[in-house]
Structure formats: C-alpha cells, structure tokens
C-alpha cells in the first residue's frame, strides 16, 4: 500500500469536460508535485508546491491548474484537455522541497481524453 | 530534458540471476537515487546514494557511484519475479525538479 493516495484510480473524460484529480498525503510532508507520465516513458515534472505555496510551474498549459488547500491536499483541475494530455498522472511527496529528498508517489490517475 | 541515462533499455533474465543496469548523468551532483516502478503502479524510492559515496547497499540491492565518470549501477541479486519492473535512477538538476533517465526493463523469467 502507497501512503500516498490519488483518486480516481481512472478517468475518462471529454474534450470539453471539467474534472480534478486528488492526491492525498498524511506523513506530514512539506513539498507535493504533479507528473505526468506517457507510456514507457519516465515521469516529467510538471508543478511543485512547498509549503502550500507554487513554487514551480514547468510551463504547463493553463488547461491544468493545480490547487493546494493545505499541507496534505493536492487536487489538479482539468478543463478542455487535449487527446496528447491522455496519459498517466502521478503525485508525489517529500519531506521539504527539495530534489535532493526521496519522493513518495502514488499509484496515479490513468487519464483518457476522448 | 533527461540528465540521466540508462543501459540497456530492456533486460531478460532467469529467476534467481543477477541483473545489472546503469545511469550516466551529465552534471555535477549532490545525490542519485534509484527507483522502481511496477505496471500500473507509482515509483517506489529504492535507495539514495550521496555524491562521497561509492557504494551502498539494501537488502538485495547494490549501487555504486563513480562521480568522476558521472555514472551509477544499480545490481539485482538474486532475482525474483516480484523484480519484473521499470528502474529510474534520478537526480536534481536544480533545487526542486528531480529527473529521471530513461529507465530499464527488467523482466525476470520463471
């Protein structure tokens, strides 16, 4: 089992549907991100959030937009996705924010865009 | 853009062998971690080797780290189907973003 839980385990969804994903972590991690990760392919980061706070945003397309309500919630809202945003999105999280630090994912959320 | 990178990409071996894949990198680091994904599941974090190390080891996992060559192994031992996964190493490539090479598959044959 993963201490760190992301729903919904699937996710089918429209071009023009509005959804979020969550991710939550109760190890009294400070820093959470957001991957995005394509078939046989490694993860690519796409946000970081320490302290509750964005810290990192990799050019991500404003159709995502990541929320962080408080230290142990991390939700990524999804509007008007494309069918390349069709892939698997893994969070994570580490102690402080700090690539230096072991990360802990979750299982991720498979996504389909029709 | 990847800073590390992985060989093989793909590797096949019997029950009860030893698997061997490895990492180069391209910049200086403070750290180099490893770790395994399963199908369908998350990265679990195997182990995190610091720059003034040149080995360590957990249960049936070594890795070593040869800064000069910017390079890391990571070894199996004694392998079991539960070892059927993809292997990441990762490193920072600045203070918050880790990256992660291209990843070996490794699929262990009963």
């Known amino acids: 089992d993963t201490e760190v839980t992301q729903t919904p385990k699937h996710l089918v969804m429209g071009m023009t549907n509005k959804k979020s994903l969550k991710c939550e972590q109760h190890m009294g991690h400070r820093a959470m991100y957001w991957y995005k990760q394509k078939a046989k392919k490694p993860p690519e980061l796409m946000f970081v959030?320490?302290?509750?706070?964005?810290?990192i945003n990799e050019s991500v397309p404003s159709r995502f937009s990541p929320e962080c309500p408080n230290s142990s919630l991390l939700n990524l809202h999804l509007h008007a996705l494309q069918p390349e945003d069709s892939a698997l999105y893994l969070c994570?999280?580490?102690?402080?924010?700090?690539?230096?630090?072991?990360?802990?994912f979750g299982d991720g959320t498979r996504l389909s865009i029709l | 853009s990847q800073q590390g990178e992985e060989d093989p990409q793909a590797l096949s071996i019997q029950e009860g062998e030893n698997a061997t894949m490895n990492c180069s990198y391209k910049t200086s680091i403070n750290n180099l971690q490893w770790y395994r994904q399963n199908s369908g599941r998350g990265l679990v974090h195997l182990i995190l080797?610091?720059?003034?190390?040149r080995e360590k080891h957990s249960g049936r996992l070594r890795v070593t780290l040869d800064t000069s060559k910017k390079s890391s192994s990571l070894l199996i031992t004694a392998s079991r189907a539960a070892d059927t996964a993809s292997y990441f190493c990762?490193?920072?490539?600045?203070?918050?973003?880790?990256?992660f090479g291209a990843g070996t598959t490794v699929t262990v044959r009963a």
């Open positions: 990762a490193t920072a490539i600045n203070d918050y973003k880790l990256s």
């Open positions: 959030y320490s302290y509750e706070k964005l810290s």
């Open positions: 994570a999280s580490s102690q402080v924010g700090s690539a230096n630090q072991p990360q802990h």
């Open positions: 080797i610091r720059s003034n190390e």
